[in-house]
């Protein structure tokens, strides 16, 4: 069975969780089908595990153009690369317009993943600009026309079906992202965490993420001025979407840091052996996302022990147990796509005291992190993954 993947990331190049799901779904088919990928960006290694790698940029000529545009143009630069395929399988919307095509070229299957939806990203405007309106029909062609689309949580799945409500519910499938827990697991040396300005013999609440607005990181600034005193805020933040919501932010640390100080702001990517350190010795993991489809940073913080506080939306309770692996906190939100709060204030103020409650009960937020190690190794694997990613590639291929 040749199965060819289409995502924009793929290492080295990964910034999200669509990424990391992409690199290690592969790492595991390319053993067991003959697996091709197709990604944006830099020139790689042919090989990745075993499966074939083929790397595509926009056409020349679109080197002025929108960004969505010259996502289309390196789509249709794929096309030739994708005959010969038994499924073809794509990643986020970036890719989802390769695999509608090549199925329409081809005659075959296509399964695209969904890792996050563009009506329940409306933000996304302020960065694409008219690019938007583009990507947001090139989601909803290829879901509608899709063999199958996989949800990456049934809370994704539910956002899937209310978003599209022309797609067929016995096509969308539930097969949860996952992670390699022995790539991450706890690290009890400091030596990183030192370098990076963090001490670890005071308490921390850390957040890894992009800064986007479905992060919700301007809650957890906000929250974080409730804190107690001495406890260290470590934000090891990604590039902002936009030059409003890097202002915002940049003005809430300024802030945060006249007020309380103890802020630790690492803007780039970490290597994994500093992020899994900082990890490790963090107090409290804090995830404040008004959208999450599942949150595979929560998955990483947990597999290095720690406790996670997290909003309970999306497919993040299917991570998270609350009570058990951390605290869930109650988010009540509007309806028209963007995520918000209906009380921002109260969101705050209620993320502040889960995260002092376990930041005052060191023990309690040890056993939290204790448990989520072992949810992570028991629940989130990717051979099982992977398992059942191919059942339905199986039973796309049976139907046709």
């Not at 595991?28 to 290694?45: I, K, N, P, T, Y």
């Not at 992009?210 to 409730?226: D, F, I, M």
């Not at 058990?324 to 988010?331: E, F, I, K, Q, S």
């Not at 448990?371 to 190794?377: L, T």
């Amino acid at each position: 069975m040749r199965i060819d993947i289409v995502t924009k990331e793929f290492p080295p190049e990964i910034y999200g969780g669509a990424g990391v799901h992409v690199a290690e779904l592969s790492r595991v088919l390319a053993s067991q089908v003959d697996l091709r990928v197709h990604c944006f960006g830099a020139e790689r290694s042919p090989d990745y595990h075993g499966a074939t790698v083929s790397t595509y940029r926009p056409p020349a000529e679109l080197n002025r153009s929108n960004a969505a545009v010259q996502t289309f143009g390196t789509d249709l630069a794929m096309l030739d690369g994708l005959a010969g395929a038994d499924v073809v399988h794509s990643h986020t919307w970036y890719a989802n317009m390769a695999g509608h095509l090549a199925s329409l070229l081809y005659g075959v299957p296509h399964v695209l993943s969904a890792h996050s939806l563009e009506p329940l990203r409306p933000w996304k405007a302020e960065q694409l600009g008219g690019g938007y309106a583009l990507s947001s029909w090139a989601e909803r062609t290829s879901y509608e026309a899709a063999a199958a689309v996989i949800a990456v949580s049934h809370g994704m799945r539910a956002d899937i079906l209310r978003s599209y409500p022309d797609v067929d519910p016995d096509k969308v499938q539930v097969v949860h992202n996952g992670i390699d827990v022995s790539l991450w697991e706890r690290d009890a040396n400091h030596d990183a965490v030192r370098r990076l300005g963090i001490d670890p013999d005071r308490p921390s609440v850390v957040f890894v993420g992009r800064n986007t607005r479905q992060k919700g990181v301007p809650y957890l600034l906000r929250a974080a001025a409730l804190l107690e005193p001495g406890v260290q805020l470590v934000l090891c933040l990604g590039a902002a979407d936009t030059p409003e919501l890097a202002a915002e932010t940049a003005q809430l640390i300024a802030e945060l840091e006249a007020k309380r100080g103890s802020v630790v702001l690492i803007e780039r990517m970490l290597p994994r052996n500093e992020l899994i350190q900082v990890l490790s010795t963090a107090t409290v993991f804090a995830c404040p996302s008004i959208y999450e489809p599942l949150g595979i940073v929560n998955l990483e913080a947990m597999a290095c022990g720690a406790a996670v506080v997290a909003s309970a939306t999306g497919g993040i309770p299917e991570v998270v147990d609350d009570g058990v692996t951390g605290t869930l906190v109650p988010l009540d939100q509007v309806t028209d796509g963007t995520g918000i709060p209906l009380d921002p204030e109260r969101f705050v103020a209620d993320f502040a005291a889960a995260v002092n409650a376990l930041v005052a009960d060191p023990d309690r937020a040890r056993r939290m992190g204790g448990a989520g190690r072992r949810r992570a190794e028991e629940h989130f694997s990717w051979d099982s993954i992977a398992e059942s990613t191919l059942e339905v590639y199986r039973s796309v291929i049976h139907r046709t």
